[in-house]
């Protein structure tokens, strides 16, 4: 779970599908297996973060610039920087031969590149926007109690000039 997002098993070896088809690197022991199926995990994780705190900061995705970014992918993925016009290319085809390839529906695909795009936008917001790299750093000592008429004892005792330390092996 990501706040209120559930992260289901079908999502996750969908992604795991695709990121295992679409990695740069070769994976053959199990344990590469095993810690790539974790970096995926968390890497689902991390896009359902950047998906919540991005819409919290008004950072947004429009479906043109989500069809924008896909026909740019094919066309680049498939002729680099060729320099070849949008009319010599079919990148409904390219893109159709990619989603079968990649085993993923469209709106799955357009759900990766939201994320990517939004985290483009967000890197852009910071870069824009003053933002603190680094605030006041605060220590916080606490002590768990089972109810409150003993956190009120422990408070009382503490105003008191009670030992921290102390009270809190007790």
Same mark, same amino acid.
């Given at each position: 779970r990501v706040n209120e997002k559930t992260i289901d098993m079908d999502n996750y070896v969908k992604m795991l599908r695709y990121h295992l088809i679409t990695a740069d690197t070769n994976i053959t022991t199990e344990e590469e297996k095993t810690d790539y199926a974790y970096s995926v *995990? #968390?890497?689902i994780e991390d896009y359902e973060v950047l998906r919540q705190r991005a819409s919290k900061l008004g950072v &947004? &995705?429009?479906p043109d610039e989500i069809t924008n970014f896909i026909e740019n992918n094919m066309i680049s993925s498939n002729y680099g920087d060729a320099n070849i016009s949008e009319v010599d290319i079919d990148v409904d085809n390219l893109y159709k031969r990619y989603l079968s390839f990649i085993r993923l529906s469209d709106s799955e695909y357009r759900?990766?590149? #939201?994320v990517d795009l939004l985290g483009e936008k967000? !890197?852009?917001y910071f870069d824009e926007n003053e933002v603190l790299l680094e605030d006041e750093h605060v !220590? *916080?000592?606490a002590i768990l109690v089972t109810d409150e008429l003993i956190a009120q004892e422990i408070y009382s005792e503490l105003k008191d000039g009670g030992n921290f330390t102390a009270l809190a092996v007790k």
């Open positions: *995990l #968390t890497r &947004v &995705v429009s759900e990766l590149a #939201t967000v !890197y852009s !220590y *916080l000592h």
